[in-house]
């Protein structure tokens, strides 16, 4: 099992910034992937950005060179810096993690989620 909790999302004007924090706990050796989705009311939950056990990034193209995410294997947690917000950003920001065991099989977790609210 996994833990995810998010945490440092909020209210922010037009071209500010915030940073996303997800303290992972639990069976964290099995973890292969982490990212983060966001979903707006009425649409679906989309990925933002996301970094492989290897440090490999990829970002959601509407997103990039604004969003940076980053993790500290210290305190087993994963960042998504957020500069330049705009209010086309605003959506609950979910953590999630993928795990595998030995057979390969896969078990996908998520956080709790973030509100971030963009003002214009």
């Known amino acids: 099992q996994v833990q995810l909790v998010e945490s440092g999302g909020g209210l922010v004007q037009s071209g500010g910034s915030l940073r996303l924090s997800c303290a992972a706990s639990?069976?964290?050796?099995?973890?292969?992937?982490m990212g983060w989705y966001r979903q707006a009311p009425g649409k679906q939950r989309d990925l933002v950005a996301v970094i492989t056990s290897g440090g490999s990034k990829n970002y959601e193209d509407s997103v990039k060179g604004r969003f940076t995410i980053s993790r500290d294997d210290a305190k087993n947690t994963v960042y998504l810096q957020m500069n330049s917000l705009k209010p086309e950003d605003t959506a609950v920001y979910y953590c999630n993690a993928r795990a595998g065991d030995t057979t390969l099989n896969m078990y996908y977790y998520w956080g709790q989620g973030t509100q971030v609210t963009v003002s214009s």
């Open positions: 639990g069976s964290i050796f099995s973890i292969n992937r």
